[in-house]
């Protein structure tokens, strides 16, 4: 699939107000700052698809792109803001197992993480969230440029290792947007779950 033709369809404020749910849609989610943004829009080779919001405070949206009719991709809300009140966390932790148990339309998840600290909390609980509705999930872990050959080889083999603890199909890889290491396995994850 090329995914360079990739538009913005609608931003949603939460999960009731995404597209209908037919075809294919694909969620890409992290932790804000773990690389989203720049992995969606290395992606699609654009400048600008994806933006973050760097404030915490502001409504978080869901943003919707489409790479080709019926098949979509997710840009859920970066988590792990420090400030953001427990209740507002608690609320968009909910909706978003929801999401991965309800949407009949959702293939796969790709799970950004950086590279430096990988499985935080809010990661953790997604994968098992995702392990039990049966979503397949591809974990990036980003900005790979960041470690020497040796040791982003070594990270990445524990991460293979640590995925196994939460059951589920996961695939783990590295990623840098900056060299774009670990695109083409992107891609052809991709378009393996786009067209199964
Ligand atoms: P988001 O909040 O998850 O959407 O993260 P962004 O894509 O906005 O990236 C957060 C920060 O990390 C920005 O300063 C980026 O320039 C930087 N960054 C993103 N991807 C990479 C990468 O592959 N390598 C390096 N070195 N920095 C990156």
Known sequence: INFQPTSFLISAADIRQLPADTGVEIAF??????????????LTRQKSLARTSKTPGRTQLINVFEVSPERRLIDLPGYGYAKVPIAVKEKWQMALSEYLQRRESLRGLVLLMDIRHPY?????????????????????????????????????????????????????????????????????????????
């Open 29 to 42: 989610a992290g932790r804000s700052n773990a690389g989203k943004s720049s992995a969606l829009n290395t």
């Open 120 to 196: 935080r909390d809010v990661d953790q609980e997604l994968l098992y969230w995702a392990a039990e509705s049966g979503i397949p999930v591809l974990i990036l872990l980003t900005k790979a440029d960041k470690l020497k050959p040796g040791i982003r080889k070594s990270t990445l083999l524990k991460a293979r290792e640590a995925a196994m603890v939460f059951g589920g199909e996961v695939t783990v890889e590295v990623f840098s947007s900056l060299t774009k290491i670990g695109l083409s396995e992107l891609e052809d994850h991709l378009t393996h779950w786009f067209t199964q």
